[in-house]
Structures are given as structure tokens and as C-alpha cells.
């Protein structure tokens, strides 16, 4: 079946540091990847859409100066937090959408700002 | 527009009780429904969606029934095992895999299964 593969599962970073988290598809070709964070006991809110070759399209409401987000290939996106504060720590979850698979989640990314 | 909601959790329920977790959705027009599962450390898993009305979508043991008149998509499961534990999400999408556009997520119920 359809594998979208995130890394790093967890990261911890300090204040005013950036991170990267990547979502690679490992078998279909993603040609839209959601972007979407997980606040606890709350549901997942999308962050951002964008398709292969073009500028992210984000939700109202997020920076898109802070996350920045890549997708060169139909095979790789990346989600970039720039200066990143506590209050930036999050799940943060990608789904990668490819014919004929709908929709396939990546396993996540704790990302806990000290 | 779109919103989903679903019971507040923790579940906690024994081995083999019947489980039920209640969804109901605002949506203009007749959006597909969808159960997803997500289990500690993991990404979500679909566990089943419905497309149209009075459809049932099936998988596990679990079932959820797309109901029109009231707007909602219940998941049930008839024997939970400790294996199920895990945070089930309901959400709606358009078309068949949840379409073009994002999905609407409800908050998650959490589902705890003890021995």
C-alpha cells in the first residue's frame, strides 16, 4: 500500500532555532501534500496545502514566514519552522494525496521547543 | 462551513464491551464521511468512510452507517479488544478519497481497552 514516511518522529530544539520536518511518498507520486498540526486533545487543523512545483496555499490564520513549505518533488515535501518558540511545540502531520490512494498520513512529528 | 463533532473521550470500556462513538457533521450538500485511527506514536490510518447516504463502511469489526437525516456517522464495534486502543478521528471530505480539498477533522475520542 501507499507509505508516506516523516522524519525526524521527535525533535526537541532550542528557542530561536529552525527545524525541518520531511514527508517523503515511497511508493506513488504525492502531487498534494497537507500540511496539518495536532494540539493535545485537540483536532488536527490544516495548515497548509501545496502541490508540486508551486507556492503553498495556507490557512488563514498561519505564518506562512514562519512555516515555510517546500515541495520540489512529487516525492518529498519539507515543513521548515523558523525561529522557532514554545509555543511552536506541536504533532505536526503530513498527508500526501497520489491516484489512486487518497489520502495517506505520515506517522507525525513531536516537536517539543525549549 | 464544514464541521465535524464528536464525543469528548477518554473512552474507557473492558475487553470484549460494545463500543460506540458518536459523530455528527455540518457540511452543505452530501460530503463522504470517514473513520480514522490513530495509534500511540503513529500517523492516521483510514478505517473505513461512507460516500453516500446509508451507506455502511465496514473494516475490523468496526461499522459506521452514513445517516442523512441526522447528519451523523457512529462508529460501533460489537467485542473491543485492549489492540484498539487508540485515538479514532471522524472527518468529512468531498468525493470519493475526500476529493481535492482538505479534510475536516472532528476532535478525536480517545479509547481506552483494559483487560
Known amino acids: 500500500g501507499a507509505v508516506v514516511s516523516q522524519h525526524p518522529s521527535r525533535v526537541i530544539c532550542k528557542s530561536g532555532t529552525s527545524v525541518k520536518i520531511e514527508c517523503r511518498s515511497l511508493?506513488?507520486?504525492?502531487?498534494?501534500m497537507f500540511w496539518y498540526r495536532q494540539f493535545p486533545k485537540q483536532s488536527l487543523m490544516l495548515m497548509a496545502t501545496?502541490?508540486?512545483?508551486?507556492?503553498?496555499?495556507?490557512e488563514q490564520g498561519v505564518e506562512k514566514d514562519k512555516f515555510l513549505i517546500n515541495h520540489a518533488s512529487l516525492t518529498l515535501s519539507t515543513l521548515t519552522v523558523t525561529s522557532a518558540h514554545p509555543e511552536d511545540s506541536s504533532f505536526y502531520i503530513c498527508?500526501?494525496?497520489?491516484?489512486?490512494?487518497?489520502?495517506?498520513f505520515g506517522s507525525g512529528t513531536r516537536l517539543t521547543v525549549v | 462551513g464544514d464541521s465535524v463533532t464528536q464525543m469528548e473521550g477518554p473512552v474507557t470500556l473492558s475487553e470484549e464491551a460494545f463500543l460506540t462513538i458518536n459523530c455528527t457533521y455540518t457540511?452543505?450538500?452530501?460530503?463522504?464521511l470517514f473513520w480514522y485511527v490513530q495509534y500511540p506514536g503513529e500517523g492516521l490510518q483510514l478505517l473505513l468512510k461512507?460516500?453516500?447516504?446509508?451507506d455502511k463502511g465496514s473494516n475490523k469489526g468496526f461499522e459506521a452507517t452514513y445517516r442523512k437525516e441526522t447528519t451523523s456517522f457512529h462508529l460501533e464495534k460489537g467485542s473491543v479488544q485492549v489492540s484498539d486502543s487508540a485515538v479514532y478521528f471522524c472527518?468529512?471530505?468531498?468525493?470519493?478519497?475526500?476529493?481535492?480539498?482538505?479534510?475536516?477533522f472532528g476532535t478525536g475520542t480517545q479509547l481506552k481497552v483494559e483487560l
Open positions: 511508493d506513488f507520486q504525492a502531487t498534494t
Open positions: 461512507a460516500t453516500k447516504a446509508d
Open positions: 457540511a452543505t450538500g452530501y460530503p463522504s
Open positions: 501545496s502541490n508540486e512545483g508551486s507556492k503553498a496555499t495556507y
Open positions: 472527518a468529512l471530505g468531498w468525493g470519493e478519497t475526500g476529493g481535492g480539498n482538505k479534510l475536516t
Open positions: 498527508s500526501a494525496r497520489g491516484r489512486p490512494n487518497g489520502y495517506t
